[in-house]
Structures are given as structure tokens and as C-alpha cells.
């Protein structure tokens, strides 16, 4: 589990949809320090996906 954790922290993994498609759960959320609220399938639909640091 903790391994699939850290790999979302990667930049490759978190800009290419096939994988990002593969590794979150299709009830998927992500709260962004700004506060938008992402899910699986708009997470896909934004230009760029924040990245955490």
C-alpha cells in the first residue's frame, strides 16, 4: 500500500492519464492546497496536475 502511495508523488506518474488511470480508485478525491477538490475523472481533464511537494 505504502508503495502505491509514494508512486502518486511521482511527476511522470501524476502527468500520464494510463497510469494514473491504473493506480486510483474510481471513488478517488484529492483536496489541493487551494482547495479544488479533484476526482478520478477530473483529474484527467485539467492541463496540468498539481504536483505535491
Known amino acids: ?16 492519464p494510463d497510469l494514473l488511470s491504473e493506480l486510483l480508485a ?6 489541493s492546497s487551494a482547495g479544488v477538490i479533484f476526482n478520478k475523472e477530473n483529474v484527467f481533464q485539467v492541463k496540468i496536475i498539481p504536483e505535491l511537494h
Open 26 to 31: 474510481d471513488d478517488f478525491i484529492e483536496y
Open 1 to 16: 500500500m505504502y508503495s502505491l502511495e509514494t508512486t502518486l508523488l511521482k511527476a511522470a506518474v501524476r502527468k500520464s
